[in-house]
């Protein structure tokens, strides 16, 4: 099988961040408002649900899982059917306004089953905007930028990434350790984000858009990928495998003796990094070769997953997390880009569908073993579950370098 990948040998400099459209900063803007809303209430609902509300670590396994697992489902038909109306900008607005309706459900749920419910609604609200989104980045920014593009989308995330626990902390410091209250908090960037979608986007036209699938539920749009797609999904199902829900580090944090107030700072950390990275290594992906930048991801996050293992105090933890991020920074954007490259136009919202599906059932069964794990044996047990599973997936990407290259072959 070729995997045909194109490279520059211009300087990853070239243009910078003033070459991206104006479209591409105000997607990486929603990004940041409305991660800061979700980030801030992520960072403290592990320990709410835990502690507050009495659940198990299996049973936020589940929840995690299964709201990751919903929000890969959605995608499927919120791209699929971007592609039948030629209208990505719709459908992302409805995605980002379902997810800023349920963020005050959060601070008055008094049962996990409303934690549950609401973080369900959340994740539909992602999944509805996510491949739609994914896709308006590939037809905003020139083919030859969209890994800087996509590095930028996923930069300003991971900014609302760790904006979102610093409010956390800070505000938990102003109400005294009322999570309730502080959870209140996320429902002002999330009204920002939606705002800042609805008038500062403007959607460019696709010539032909109703040229593509003829019913926006159909297998058309799967037959119509190659084989080049499926090879990048199937890499990076089994890359999902070896990580889960980042709930784990929450939880981690709080494991090894961090008062419910510093707890947060586990995010901060973590995303921190993950913003700093995700540019840069997007524009690396516009000119390295994907297996060197996956080999890399997968490396940084064994070396993470065994130091959250072997954690006995607070140091060892914020070093793991930030590795964590490290690899973020280094795969998601690169991942993104090549479903962009391989999907054809036309059926780009679906591509990204699939795509995210695969990934969050493979989310969805790291997360549930994840927590059964940390039930059954401890906390390391999880972390070092991971370690193996990316330990293998090296070792399949090293075993897959050994076929014989063809001379127009990118990938290795």
Same mark, same amino acid.
Do not use: C
């Given at each position: $099988?070729?995997?045909?990948?194109?490279?520059?040998?211009?300087?990853?400099?070239?243009?910078?961040?003033?070459? *991206?459209?104006?479209?591409?900063?105000? &997607?990486?803007? !929603?990004?940041?408002? $409305?991660?800061?809303?979700?980030?801030?209430?992520? @960072?403290?609902?592990?320990?709410? $649900?835990?502690?507050?509300?009495?659940?198990?670590?299996? #049973?936020?396994?589940?929840?995690?899982?299964?709201?990751?697992?919903?929000? +890969?489902?959605?995608?499927?038909?919120?791209?699929?059917?971007?592609?039948?109306?030629?209208?990505?900008?719709?459908?992302?607005?409805?995605?980002?306004?379902?997810? +800023?309706?349920?963020?005050?459900?959060?601070?008055? +749920?008094? #049962?996990?089953?409303?934690?549950?419910?609401?973080?369900?609604?959340?994740?539909?609200?992602?999944?509805?905007? /996510?491949?739609?989104?994914?896709?308006?980045?590939?037809?905003?920014?020139?083919?030859?930028?969209r890994g800087a593009a996509y590095g930028l989308?996923?930069?300003?995330?991971?900014? /609302?990434?760790?904006?979102?626990?610093?409010?956390?902390?800070?505000?938990?410091?102003?109400?005294? =350790?009322?999570?309730?209250?502080? &959870?209140?908090?996320?429902?002002?960037?999330?009204?920002?984000?939606?705002?800042?979608?609805?008038?500062?986007?403007?959607?460019?036209?696709?010539?032909? @858009?109703?040229?593509?699938?003829? =019913?926006?539920?159909?297998?058309?749009?799967?037959?119509? *990928?190659?084989?080049?797609?499926? &090879?990048?999904?199937?890499?990076?199902?089994? %890359?999902?495998?070896?990580?889960?829900?980042e709930a784990f580090l929450v939880l981690r944090?709080?494991?090894?003796?961090?008062?419910?107030?510093?707890?947060?700072?586990?995010?901060?950390?973590?995303?921190?990094?993950?913003? !700093?990275?995700?540019?840069?290594?997007?524009?690396? #992906?516009?000119?390295?070769?994907?297996?060197?930048?996956?080999?890399? /991801?997968?490396?940084? *996050?064994?070396?993470?997953?065994?130091?959250?293992?072997?954690?006995?105090?607070?140091?060892?933890?914020?070093? /793991?997390?930030?590795?964590?991020? &490290?690899?973020?920074?280094?795969?998601?954007?690169? %991942?993104?880009?090549?479903?962009?490259?391989?999907?054809?136009?036309?059926?780009?919202?679906?591509?990204?569908?699939? %795509? =995210?599906?695969?990934?969050?059932?493979?989310l969805l069964l790291a997360s549930v073993m994840?927590?059964?794990?940390?039930?059954?044996?401890?906390?390391?047990?999880?972390?070092?579950?991971?370690?193996? %599973?990316?330990?293998?997936?090296?070792?399949?990407?090293?075993?897959?370098?050994?076929?014989?290259?063809?001379?127009?072959?990118?990938?290795?």
């Open positions: $099988m070729k995997l045909k990948f194109s490279y520059s040998r211009r300087s990853p400099l070239d243009g910078g961040l003033q070459a *991206l459209p104006a479209g591409i900063w105000a &997607l990486g803007f !929603v990004s940041l408002f $409305m991660d800061t809303s979700s980030e801030l209430i992520h @960072s403290l609902l592990p320990v709410f $649900m835990a502690t507050t509300l009495g659940a198990s670590m299996t #049973t936020i396994g589940l929840i995690e899982g299964i709201a990751e697992a919903t929000a +890969a489902v959605t995608k499927v038909f919120s791209g699929t059917i971007s592609d039948y109306l030629g209208k990505r900008k719709l459908l992302a607005v409805l995605g980002y306004g379902l997810a +800023a309706v349920t963020k005050p459900v959060f601070p008055l +749920a008094n #049962t996990i089953g409303w934690v549950f419910a609401a973080r369900f609604v959340d994740r539909i609200g992602k999944g509805i905007r /996510g491949a739609p989104r994914d896709a308006l980045v590939a037809e905003i920014a020139p083919p030859e930028r989308r996923q930069a300003l995330d991971s900014v /609302g990434a760790f904006v979102g626990p610093l409010l956390a902390v800070a505000f938990l410091g102003w109400f005294a =350790n009322d999570i309730r209250s502080v &959870l209140w908090i996320a429902v002002v960037p999330a009204v920002i984000s939606v705002g800042l979608l609805v008038f500062g986007v403007s959607e460019p036209d696709r010539a032909g @858009s109703q040229a593509g699938l003829k =019913n926006p539920i159909t297998l058309t749009g799967v037959k119509g *990928l190659s084989r080049r797609y499926w &090879l990048v999904v199937t890499i990076s199902a089994v %890359f999902t495998l070896a990580r889960f829900s944090a709080q494991s090894v003796g961090l008062a419910i107030g510093q707890v947060p700072v586990i995010m901060i950390v973590m995303n921190i990094v993950y913003a !700093v990275t995700a540019y840069p290594a997007g524009i690396l #992906t516009d000119r390295m070769t994907p297996r060197a930048l996956l080999a890399m /991801g997968l490396a940084v *996050l064994i070396v993470a997953d065994v130091l959250l293992a072997a954690a006995a105090s607070p140091l060892p933890t914020f070093i /793991g997390a930030a590795l964590w991020g &490290l690899h973020m920074g280094i795969t998601q954007g690169l %991942f993104a880009k090549l479903v962009a490259d391989t999907a054809p136009d036309e059926l780009r919202g679906t591509a990204f569908g699939i %795509f =995210n599906l695969v990934g969050g059932g493979a994840a927590g059964a794990l940390w039930s059954a044996i401890g906390a390391s047990a999880t972390f070092l579950s991971g370690a193996a %599973f990316a330990t293998l997936t090296l070792i399949g990407l090293t075993m897959y370098r050994r076929k014989p290259p063809a001379t127009s072959n990118k990938w290795s």
